[in-house]
């Protein structure tokens, strides 16, 4: 047989990606997440030729991934196709390839589907499930960072009850009833108050034959206190807002392993569960061809000021794959949707200023404050100075969020699920469309 060469494994696709002619530059903008969408959205006006790359044809709102993992939402309400964002906009083309690698020798991106090149480059590509290198964990856990994610817990979260439903062992239904979230931070306190909710208002009436105590929720989080990005205040209210609603908490505890039906955890405690779902961690994501040098901290693209790449001419990068490090903001921003969303709006004023030959103005993150909910009727905010929690940042944090998501029938979709939900303490997507299967996981989550 013959031996296989690096070459022979490494197969580039040579066809060019079609694109109309334009007498315009090319800005080629990987990731249509929050970032990449605010700077086409600011630049459609330009004399460019804007080309959006994205492995999917929608845009995801993550930040209601729980509720849809949870059977509160259905995953259509909550990710909109960007050919019907981009309808009309003229010199906005989208196409729906991964781009695998960059070759800034020759300004190209290639992708799955074929290469093109460009005049300047965006990296919006975001970020995945941070494992931390744990093997088991990646294997058997379930992480939230996908809309197949949430689809895949809900399902899981549906067959295991109805498992439990079925099996005749004691032990087996315990861990078919027990559900750990691994990580405190926003995302996990609003999954473990979302099934606590289940557990409370659904167990009982969709499930007769098991009492509501069976169900065990468990939220581990690995230093002294839940949402340690946000005020003390903020974090003390949401830890009696998650124990009123039944939710073990664990707290300066880590998960250190799991096989699929038994959590440990660093103390050497263990929980049977056969579902995890993995919160603790993110880690940016970007195509092959950056320079190592220019990759810090939680696998993110070091930019300077003005977004750009250290040691490129025309590459930028911006929200969650990439960091601004200053004097005053040593670790680089947070990665959430704020940042994102600003520096795709700064990047735009930046492009055109550069083609307008004028100067161009650093970055600065405003921060416009923190929210998180935990269950239905209770938030907690920190807006500056205003540091409270209870109905009304729950009202704020409703209306922000119904706000931010985009398309009129997505929020109307959301908006009529919530009020159902708010008077009938009911969640209506509660149906396994497509089983939960654990070799598809394998394939997919890395670590
Ligand atoms: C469960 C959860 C809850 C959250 N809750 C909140 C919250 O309440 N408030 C808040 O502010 N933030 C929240 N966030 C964080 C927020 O969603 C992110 O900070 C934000 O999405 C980052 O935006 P982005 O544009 O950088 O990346 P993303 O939104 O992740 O978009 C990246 C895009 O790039 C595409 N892509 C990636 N790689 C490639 C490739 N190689 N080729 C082609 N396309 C590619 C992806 O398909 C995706 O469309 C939450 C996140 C999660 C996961």
């Not at 729980?66 to 509160?72: E, G, I, L």
């Not at 209210?237 to 880590?254: D, G, I, Q, S």
């Not at 969650?320 to 709006?345: K, L, R, Y």
């Not at 009304?392 to 985009?406: C, D, E, K, N, T």
Request: glycine share 8%; net charge positive.
């Amino acid at each position: 047989m013959r031996k296989k060469t690096k070459i022979d494994a490494f197969c580039r696709i040579t066809e060019a990606i079609c694109l109309p002619k334009s007498e315009f530059p090319r800005i080629v903008i990987i990731g249509g997440g929050f970032a990449g969408l605010a700077l086409v959205e600011n630049l459609k006006k330009e004399d460019l030729q804007i080309v959006l790359i994205d492995r999917n044809n929608f845009h995801q709102f993550q930040p209601l991934y729980y509720q849809v993992a949870t059977s509160a939402l259905e995953p259509d309400s909550i990710v909109f196709p960007f050919r019907k964002q981009l309808r009309g906009y003229k010199n906005v083309i989208f196409r729906l390839a991964e781009v695998q690698e960059v070759q800034s020798s020759d300004n190209t991106v290639y992708t799955d589907n074929g290469f093109l090149t460009y005049d300047f480059l965006v990296l919006a590509t975001g970020s995945e499930t941070n494992f931390f290198g744990m093997e088991r964990i990646a294997e058997h856990g379930l992480g939230l960072k996908d809309i197949r994610d949430s689809l895949d817990i809900r399902h899981k979260m549906l067959q295991n009850l109805e498992q439990a439903a079925i099996t005749c062992n004691d032990e087996e239904r315990d861990a078919l009833t027990n559900f750990v979230v691994v990580g405190g931070g926003p995302a996990g306190v609003e999954t473990a108050g979302a099934l606590a909710e289940f557990r409370n208002y659904i167990l009982p009436k969709d499930y007769p034959e098991y009492p509501a105590f069976l169900m065990n929720i468990y939220l581990v989080e690995a230093s002294g206190r839940v949402l340690s990005s946000m005020s003390k205040n903020a974090s003390a209210m949401t830890l009696k807002y998650l124990k009123n609603l039944n939710v073990e908490v664990l707290l300066n505890e880590t998960v250190v392993d799991y096989d699929g039906n038994v959590v440990l955890t660093k103390g050497g405690e263990k929980y049977f569960a056969k579902t995890l779902i993995w919160t603790a961690g993110v880690k940016g994501q970007f195509p092959d061809g950056i320079g190592k040098k220019n990759v810090v901290k939680g696998n993110r693209i070091k930019t300077n000021a003005f977004l750009k790449v250290e040691g490129y001419e025309n590459v930028f990068a911006i929200g969650d794959v990439a960091t601004v490090i200053s004097e005053t903001s040593p670790e680089g921003h947070p990665q959430v949707a704020q940042p994102a969303i600003q520096q795709g709006v700064h990047l735009s004023a930046i492009i055109r200023n550069l083609l307008h030959g004028k100067p161009i103005k650093p970055f600065k993150y405003k921060d416009k404050g923190s929210l998180a909910t935990i269950g239905k009727r209770k938030a907690v905010a920190d807006l500056g100075r205003f540091k409270f929690g209870g109905y009304f940042a729950w009202m704020i944090w409703s209306f922000v969020h119904l706000i931010s998501i985009i398309g009129f029938r997505n929020k109307l979709l959301v908006g009529i699920n919530w009020l159902i939900s708010y008077f009938s303490f009911d969640k209506g997507s509660r149906i396994i469309i497509r089983p939960f299967k654990k070799e598809r996981l394998n394939t997919k989550n890395k670590i």
